[in-house]
Structures are given as structure tokens and as C-alpha cells.
């Protein structure tokens, strides 16, 4: 290689080395401008990044949050809101950092007052407070619950508050202020007690309520025992074989007897109306049995036909079909005795027949006997 040849590259050289300085600042400049963008960006990520108190419950915690208001940090955090739920600040308020953002759940509780039952929501934490934020008068109140004690998801708390009832008892009225849960425990607190069959103006184990006046009702009381007679009923048969009209008494009705126990009650000395508690048929009535003749007697005897028979029987008895005579022995219009009248076919007794059985009968006495049944009056059947 010749000198000249050498200097010529050495300087061609020197041209190279001093144009690289260009090639490395544009491989330079890219670096520059990423490490440029990321300081300005880890100022933008320093200034989005909040930090905020958030306390659940009555858990207070602190977190770091890019939320820009209370809804996204709700959203970020997986917190569902309910409509019985308080948030404050309210959804929607812009976020700084340093805020606190506080949320306390609605639970139900099934509250009783005085015997009233329902379910209310509360967010307070124990029941004391649960009482103040339903705005429940709890002084001198009994409670089935501590005050301090933690409110539960569907927790049961009763509340007897204190009362005013008048109780009326012996003449003398009483006036006690009580949170009693019967009227029965009012009645103790009032030194007053219920004896034997006593009870009260409402029922004994039911709630006071303020204002309500009591009466207390002293009874005492019976049982009692009465006999009721039952009358008998009639039956009626037809019998071929007695002369129509004609009734004979087969059986003879008999009454019966029911026995009704009452129960009987003083109220404050006064007696009660008796109520039947119950009643049992010691003897049921016997029906009385009469048959009635149906049998068509004739009207004619051959023998007799002729004679007066109604002067025999105006003599006899007066003309009066029931007669009877003093001793009781003859009856009818022609004053037949028993044996003679069952003996001619009739039945039961003479006067109880009709006019034209009695005539009919006593013609055929005749015919056997004359008229010598008549001694006196038998005259009179021939004029």
C-alpha cells in the first residue's frame, strides 16, 4: 500500500468517527423521551391515588383508592347497598384523599311493644341504640335484651314499657303504674289476688294497656238441681171389635221426668241468671194406648123394639148418657153395673158409650132377663 493510499483511509477514518456522534443521539432520544414519560406519569399516578378511612359497621379501615367518588369506591370494595342501608357521604360525592367514607348496614329486627308485633330495620349496632333510632321510650321499660348487647340479623326484642291501669276490686279502686306483661301480674303488683272462681273484667292473661281500668269480678257459685215432668203422648188405634164411638183406654199414659243441673253464680253479690250445663231423662213418659171402635152395632132387637126406652132411661138416669149413681157401682142412661155391661159384649164402662150402644145393649138385657134389672122403672118401658 502506498503512503498516499494510507493517509487516505486514516482520513476517511477520522470522517467516520466524527459523523457518529449524529447516529447516537437519534438512538438516545427515544430512551430519553420513555424515561421523560414515565416521571411525568408516576407524578399522574401519585396525584390520582387516594388514600381513605372507610369503615363498615363500625370497622374502620384505610385503603388506597383511584376511585373518583363514593360510588366507584362502593363498586371497587364490593359493597351492595340496600334500601334500609345508610352511606355518607352520600353515593355520588367526589372523593379526596384524607375523606372518610362511613356505611352501616340495615338489619330487621321483630319488635314487640306492648304486645304489638312487627318487623322494623335498624343500622345501629346495639340494641340500646336500636331503641333510640326507632325512637322507642325505653326509661323504665323491661326488656327481653340486654341494652348492650349486638344487634342480630332478624334478632327478637320485646319491650313492656311502664303503664298506667286502675284496678276496681272489693268496692276500692287501685291505681298502679307497672310494666306488667299479664293483667294477672298487675293484680300482684297491686297486692290484689284472684280466688277460686274469681276472674277479672278482661281476661286474666291479657296485656294491660295504659289507661285501662280492671275490674275484678269475686264470684262464687252452685250447682243446682232440677226436676222437669214430661208429659205422655196419645196413641190412637182402631178396633174392629168395639162399637163405633166407642173408646177404651188400653194403656194409661204415664208422665216422665227429666233431671236439669244449673250451675248458679254470685258476681259481686248478685246473683246470676242460672245456665243449664246439663240434663239426663230419669223416667221417660209412657204413651197412653186408646182404641177406637169401628164396628157398626144394629139398632134393632126383635123382642124390644116396641118398648119406651127413653122413659125407662129418663127414669133411670135422667136422660144423661154419663149418669152415674152415688156409689159409683151403675153408670149410663140405664145404670148398668161393670159385670152385667161386659157381659152384653161391651167394653170399658157403660157411660163412657154412645146413647145408641147403651139402648142396643140394654134391649138385649132385656130379652134375657125382662125387666127386672129396672125394679122401679121398669114399669115404664110398657107405658
Not at 335498624?122 to 333510640?132: E, K, Q, S
Not at 303504674?177 to 277460686?196: H, I, K, M, Q
Not at 244449673?262 to 248478685?270: A, D, E, F, P
Amino acid at each position: 500500500m502506498s503512503h498516499s493510499q494510507s493517509s487516505h483511509r486514516v482520513a476517511r477514518g477520522r470522517r467516520r468517527r466524527r459523523a457518529e456522534p449524529p447516529d447516537a443521539l437519534r438512538r438516545l432520544l427515544p430512551r430519553a423521551l420513555v424515561v421523560a414519560f414515565l416521571a411525568g406519569g408516576t407524578t399522574a399516578f401519585i396525584a390520582h391515588d387516594k388514600a381513605v378511612r372507610l369503615t363498615v359497621d363500625g370497622t374502620p379501615r384505610t385503603l388506597h383508592t383511584f376511585a373518583d367518588d363514593v360510588d366507584d369506591l362502593l363498586a371497587d370494595e364490593h359493597l351492595d347497598i340496600g334500601a334500609h342501608d345508610i352511606v355518607a357521604p352520600a353515593p355520588g360525592t367526589p372523593l379526596g384523599s384524607g375523606d372518610e367514607v362511613v356505611v352501616r348496614h340495615g338489619r330487621p329486627v321483630v319488635l314487640t311493644i306492648d304486645g304489638q308485633r312487627r318487623t322494623v330495620w335498624t343500622t345501629a349496632d346495639t340494641v340500646a341504640g336500636a331503641l333510640h333510632q326507632l325512637g322507642v321510650r325505653a326509661e323504665g321499660a323491661v326488656l327481653s335484651a340486654d341494652r348492650s348487647r349486638r344487634i342480630a340479623h332478624g334478632m327478637e326484642l320485646a319491650v313492656r314499657t311502664e303503664r298506667s291501669v286502675v284496678i276496681v276490686a272489693d268496692g276500692r279502686e287501685h291505681r298502679v303504674r307497672t310494666n306488667a306483661a299479664t293483667v294477672r301480674e298487675a293484680l300482684a303488683e297491686a297486692g290484689l289476688a284472684l280466688r277460686d272462681q274469681d276472674t277479672t273484667s278482661v281476661p286474666p292473661d291479657s296485656f294491660p294497656r295504659d289507661g285501662q281500668t280492671v275490674s275484678v269480678l269475686r264470684i262464687t257459685g252452685s250447682k243446682e238441681v232440677r226436676e222437669v215432668r214430661l208429659p205422655f203422648r196419645t196413641i190412637l188405634r182402631a178396633d174392629p171389635h168395639l162399637a163405633r164411638g166407642v173408646q177404651s183406654v188400653v194403656q194409661q199414659g204415664r208422665p216422665g221426668v227429666r233431671r236439669v243441673t244449673y250451675r248458679v253464680r254470685t258476681v259481686n253479690g248478685v246473683r246470676q241468671k242460672p245456665k243449664r250445663l246439663h240434663s239426663e231423662v230419669v223416667h221417660a213418659p209412657r204413651p197412653q194406648i186408646v182404641h177406637l171402635g169401628t164396628m157398626v152395632l144394629p139398632t134393632s132387637v126383635r123382642g124390644a123394639d116396641h118398648l119406651a126406652w127413653h122413659a125407662l132411661a129418663q127414669c133411670e138416669a135422667g136422660g144423661r148418657p154419663n149418669a152415674v149413681d152415688a156409689s159409683g157401682t151403675y153408670g149410663g142412661l140405664y145404670q148398668f153395673d161393670a159385670g152385667t155391661w161386659r157381659a152384653l159384649g161391651g167394653h170399658g164402662r157403660p157411660q163412657d158409650a154412645s146413647p145408641r150402644e147403651q139402648t142396643y145393649r140394654a134391649k138385649k138385657l132385656y130379652i134375657r132377663r125382662g125387666a127386672s134389672p129396672w125394679p122401679v122403672c121398669g114399669r115404664k118401658l110398657h107405658g
